[in-house]
C-alpha cells in the first residue's frame, strides 16, 4: 500500500516549543520512513535541517493574522471571527497541490490564526485531518483551564456563558478574550469543523478525559506518547554529591515558580531555576537564595539532570504531559510533581516519585525536606529509572502508531 504525503500545519517554521520539537521531530522520522513530508507555515523562517533532510515548507503570510490580537490590523481583528477571504484563499490555492486521497494533514499546534483558519479549509476539501493535543487550545481559549486571576484551574465549563465572561486572562484583556472565544466557538458550533476532523490525538491518557466531554463523539480519539530522548546510561554521580533541587520551565505565573521558591525556602534548600520568562527578574529580586540560570540548551539541562536529586514540577494547570517529568525520570531522577497535574500519572506515589498540594509551598516543602536523606533519593531515582524504562515512549514507537494512524 502506497504511504499518503504528510502535510505538517505550523505556526512557526522551526522548533519554538514542545509541540513543534514533536512535530517536525516526528516529520523527519518519518522522511527516513520514506514518507514525502511538507510543511506549512505561517511565520519564521524554515528550519534549514529541516529543509536539508527533505521536508518542503510552503510559507503562507498574510498581515492580519501574525500572531495574535495585538499584531492585527483594526480590520484584521473583525476578520478573526468572520475569516479572512484573502487568508482562505491562499491556503486553498496551496493545499490545492495535494490530492485528498492520498494526502494526510497533520495539526500538532493549535494556537494561531493560521492553524485555525488552515484546519477549517482542509476539512472542507476533504482531506483527513489528525489534531495533536498539545495544549487545551482545541476547547479553552487560554489553552490551559487556568485562571490568571485567580491564579488556580478555571472552574468554569470552556465555551459556556461563565467562560465568556471570566476574565482568565487577566482585566484588560476582553478583547483578546472575546476573540479567541468567538474563533473556537464558530469552530465548535457554526462551521461544526471538529466534527469533520479524523482523529484527535492526545499525549496523555488524562487530558484525553479532561477534554473529551468537548470534542464530537463520533470522532476517533486516540493518546499518541510524546517520544522522548532515552538514554543508555545515566549519571553515576554519588547524590550524597547532588546538592541541586532542579526546576526547569518558563517563568509564567500558571508554572507556579514562585511556589517551589516558596517551598524550597521553608525547607531550608536551594533551588536552580531553569527557564526564562516574564515572571525572571521578579523571581530573582524576591528570592536571592535560590539561583536563576535563565533559558539552557539541552546539553545543560542533562549536565543538571545528573548533578540533581530531584526535579520539580510544580505548575498551577493541568499540563497535559509533562515532559519534564519524563525526562527526569528517563535520567534517573525523581520528580516531585503538583498533584492536579497529569504528571502523577507516570510514576508510583513515594516509589518512584512524590506529589504535593499544587498551591501550597510548606505541603512542598514537607516533601522536599524527605529527599534530604542521600539514600531516599537515591532509591525514588533509580525507581524513576526503572519506572521510565518499562516501556519506554520512543520515537520508534511513535512513529509506529503515526504509520497505522495515517494507513487507516
Not at 519554538?16 to 505561517?42: D, N, P, Q
Not at 497529569?342 to 499544587?358: H, I, K, L, N
Not at 525507581?383 to 524504562?389: I, S, T, V, Y
Amino acid at each position: 500500500m502506497p504511504k499518503p504525503t504528510v502535510v505538517i500545519v505550523s505556526d512557526h517554521g522551526s522548533v519554538v516549543g514542545g509541540a513543534e520539537k514533536v512535530a517536525f521531530g516526528s516529520a523527519l522520522g518519518l522522511v527516513e520512513r520514506g514518507y514525502r513530508v511538507h510543511a506549512v507555515i505561517g511565520t519564521g523562517e524554515p528550519d534549514e535541517r529541516l529543509v536539508e533532510a527533505g521536508i518542503t515548507f510552503h510559507t503562507v503570510r498574510h498581515d492580519a493574522y501574525w500572531m495574535e490580537w495585538g499584531r492585527a490590523s483594526k480590520v484584521g481583528k473583525i476578520q478573526t471571527f468572520w475569516g479572512d477571504p484573502v487568508l482562505q484563499e491562499q491556503l486553498r490555492k496551496t493545499f490545492a497541490q495535494f490530492d485528498p486521497a492520498s494526502t494526510v494533514f497533520h495539526f500538532h499546534v493549535f494556537y494561531s490564526f493560521l492553524t485555525n483558519a488552515a484546519l477549517d479549509v482542509a476539512v472542507a476539501m476533504g482531506f483527513r485531518c489528525f489534531v495533536t493535543c498539545h495544549d487545551y487550545n482545541i476547547a479553552c481559549t487560554s489553552s490551559t483551564f487556568y485562571d490568571s486571576l485567580a491564579e488556580r484551574p478555571c472552574g468554569q465549563k470552556a465555551l459556556s456563558v461563565g467562560c465568556y465572561k471570566c476574565q482568565c486572562f487577566g482585566t484588560g484583556s476582553v478583547a483578546v478574550k472575546t476573540l479567541r472565544f468567538g474563533r473556537a466557538w464558530k469552530q465548535h458550533f457554526l462551521k461544526r469543523t471538529l466534527s469533520r476532523v479524523s482523529a484527535f490525538l492526545f499525549v496523555s491518557e488524562k487530558s484525553r478525559s479532561i477534554l473529551t466531554p468537548y470534542l464530537p463523539a463520533k470522532v476517533q480519539k486516540d493518546v499518541l506518547l510524546n517520544p522522548i530522548d532515552v538514554p543508555e546510561a545515566v549519571a553515576n554521580t554519588e547524590f550524597k554529591d547532588r546538592n541541586r533541587y532542579l526546576w526547569l520551565g518558563r517563568m509564567v505565573k500558571e508554572k507556579g515558580p514562585w511556589v517551589a521558591a516558596e517551598g524550597a525556602k521553608q525547607a531550608g534548600v536551594q533551588l536552580t531555576f531553569g527557564g526564562d520568562g516574564p515572571l525572571l527578574e521578579k523571581m530573582q529580586r524576591d528570592f536571592p537564595e535560590h539561583e536563576f540560570l535563565g533559558w539552557v540548551n539541552s546539553e545543560k539541562v542533562r549536565e543538571l539532570y545528573g548533578r540533581s536529586r530531584a526535579v520539580l514540577m510544580t505548575s498551577q494547570w493541568f499540563e497535559t504531559a509533562s515532559l519534564v517529568t519524563l525526562d527526569a525520570m528517563a535520567q534517573g531522577v525523581a520528580p516531585i510533581v503538583a498533584d492536579i497535574t497529569v504528571a502523577t500519572d507516570w510514576f508510583e506515589e513515594g516509589v518512584s516519585g512524590r506529589s504535593f498540594q499544587f498551591d501550597d509551598p510548606a505541603s512542598l516543602a514537607k516533601v522536599l525536606s524527605d529527599f534530604k536523606d542521600d539514600s531516599y533519593a537515591e532509591r525514588l531515582g533509580k525507581a524513576a529509572r526503572a519506572k521510565f524504562m518499562v516501556d519506554p515512549p520512543t520515537m520508534e514507537k511513535h512513529l509506529d502508531q503515526l504509520e497505522k494512524l495515517y494507513a487507516g
